[in-house]
């Protein structure tokens, strides 16, 4: 071939590749001023919706720029609503003629995050539903819908985002738990509303924030990293809370403890005289894991209100409760949940116990020491009384078959803790 011809063959292919090049760009920019992505994509607003503001393509095809971006999402079990701030998003543009949203990667400068889990009429009571995050566009409260039969055969949008990183997430609320603060995201997801959902492996670190349940301030200066992931499920086959059957992570935060209202029902528990500090440390796989837990109250006296009425909860009211060290360990698997060991110091009082709860059945020992005063009792459905010989009866009800174990006496078949 002679020179000429391969000069004007090189120029053809370089005049060939920008006007693709251009054509892409031209592309990008035209999905983004016309009313024809969102106009697919919100074809099922209660299902999905997408909204932007100020969209800017880049030199490189597929790239835009936003200043916000709004994901929300619902199905039978929950509701979601994500907003990015400042976000570059690459977008697989031939995807979208499939129904597709594919993004090989978004950067985001800042990130606010909620999500509730929708409701029986009966478990929407006022004080649950105040505690949960509004999210324009759904009703309040978050109810779940009768059940209908199954759809016909059809063709829904699929959301798939492969490297998501956000510089400061500034909020996160989940259902009754609300976090405020600084810190870092990265992670990914894949969704088919309605049908299918999946985490990659995702971390939030967090820097320094205020955590609250409800309208109590759990704990402030938290800091530490928090990791989780879910294979890809049916998100009609693990409605609610059945999620964490699956789910995969691990947990690693220190901060103060200002309240412990989360442990009663409906709210309203006690709140901790002059803060406390409390460490966790928690990992899981498939649902099944275990952790510690540590804390150090410098006045315990409020904790006396969670105690059922009986004799405990006398005897506790007599005790001087003052700078308490607390730790329990956390085992917990599908049905599962086991406290053991827990132990609680404070002075010359030593408190020691082991709870579980399996198959709908709780079971457990407590020991109380002060000094040359030892009472034991027997937890859920075995309440008993301990005052003579107490310590020998607590490490009785250690061996197979106590009621410190994970099979107590008189059950008919084995319950296994995860370890």
Same mark, same amino acid.
């Given at each position: ?5 391969v ?5 053809g292919l370089?005049?060939?590749g920008?006007?693709a090049?251009v054509g892409l760009?031209?592309a990008t920019?035209l ?8 106009g697919q ?8 919706f ?6 800017r393509?880049s030199?490189?095809p597929?790239r835009?720029?936003?200043a916000t ?5 619902r199905?039978?079990?929950v ?6 701030e400042?976000?570059t998003?690459?977008v697989a543009l031939?995807?979208l003629?499939?129904r597709?949203?594919?993004s090989?990667?978004?950067r985001?400068a800042?990130?606010t995050f909620?999500l509730r889990?929708r409701?029986?009429r ?14 324009a566009?759904?009703a ?9 039969p ?5 063709d ?5 985002v492969d490297?998501l990183?956000?510089a400061l997430v500034?909020g ?6 609300r976090?405020? $603060?600084t +810190?870092?995201?990265?992670? %990914?997801f /894949?969704l088919?509303p @309605?049908?299918?959902?999946?985490v *990659? ?15 109590d301030?759990?704990?402030r200066?938290?800091s530490?990293r928090?990791?989780a992931?879910?294979?890809?499920f049916?998100?009609?086959a693990f ?6 059957k699956?789910m ?13 209202s989360?442990l009663?029902?409906e709210?309203?528990?006690p ?5 406390g500090?409390?460490?966790v440390?928690?990992?899981?796989a498939? $649902?099944? +894991?275990g952790?510690?837990? %540590?804390? /150090?109250l410098?006045? @315990?006296?409020?904790?006396i209100? *969670? ?8 005897i ?10 607390a ?6 698997a599908?049905?599962?949940i086991?406290v ?6 404070a002075?010359?009082?030593a ?10 059945r709780?079971w ?10 030892a009472?034991g ?9 301990h005052?003579?010989?107490a310590v ?8 197979p078959?106590?009621?410190r174990?994970g099979q107590?006496?008189?059950s008919?078949?084995?319950?296994r803790?995860?370890?």
């Amino acid at each position: 071939m002679k020179a000429r011809s391969v000069r004007r063959l090189l120029l053809g292919l370089a005049a060939g590749g920008a006007l693709a090049f251009v054509g892409l760009l031209g592309a990008t920019a035209l999905v983004l001023r016309s009313d024809w992505l969102l106009g697919q994509i919100d074809a099922e607003p209660d299902s999905l919706f997408v909204a932007f503001t100020s969209p800017r393509a880049s030199c490189v095809p597929g790239r835009v720029r936003f200043a916000t971006l709004t994901l929300r999402s619902r199905d039978s079990n929950v509701e979601w609503e994500a907003v990015l701030e400042d976000a570059t998003v690459d977008v697989a543009l031939f995807g979208l003629v499939r129904r597709t949203f594919h993004s090989t990667k978004v950067r985001a400068a800042a990130l606010t995050f909620r999500l509730r889990e929708r409701l029986t009429r009966a478990e929407a009571t006022p004080a649950r539903a105040a505690r949960y995050p509004p999210i324009a566009g759904f009703a309040d409260p978050p109810l779940r819908g009768p059940a209908e039969p199954p759809a016909a055969p059809r063709d829904p949008w699929r959301v798939a985002v492969d490297d998501l990183r956000v510089a400061l997430v500034r909020g996160i609320w989940i259902d009754a738990w609300r976090w405020e $603060g600084t +810190g870092g995201l990265s992670g %990914g997801f /894949r969704l088919t509303p @309605g049908i299918v959902a999946q985490v *990659l492996r995702s971390e939030l670190a967090v820097e320094s924030g205020t955590l609250h349940w409800g309208g109590d301030v759990v704990s402030r200066n938290a800091s530490g990293r928090v990791g989780a992931w879910l294979p890809r499920f049916d998100t009609q086959a693990f409605p609610g809370n059945e999620v964490w059957k699956i789910m995969s992570g691990s947990a690693s935060l220190d901060g103060t403890l200002e309240a412990v209202s989360f442990l009663s029902p409906e709210g309203g528990g006690p709140r901790l005289a002059g803060g406390g500090s409390a460490r966790v440390r928690f990992s899981m796989a498939d $649902g099944r +894991g275990g952790g510690t837990v %540590g804390a /150090r109250l410098p006045d @315990g006296r409020p904790l006396i209100a *969670l105690l059922p009425a009986g004799p405990p909860k006398w005897i506790a009211g007599l005790i001087d409760l003052q700078d308490v060290h607390a730790t329990a360990r956390l085992r917990i698997a599908p049905g599962v949940i086991a406290v053991s060991p827990a132990r609680l110091r404070a002075g010359s009082l030593a408190v020691h116990a082991d709870f579980r709860h399996a198959r709908g059945r709780d079971w457990g020992a407590l020991l109380v020491r002060k000094g040359a005063l030892a009472v034991g009792f027997g937890l859920g459905t075995a309440k008993s009384v301990h005052v003579l010989g107490a310590v020998d009866w607590f490490e009785a009800e250690g061996r197979p078959g106590g009621l410190r174990t994970g099979q107590p006496r008189g059950s008919v078949e084995p319950v296994r803790v995860s370890r």
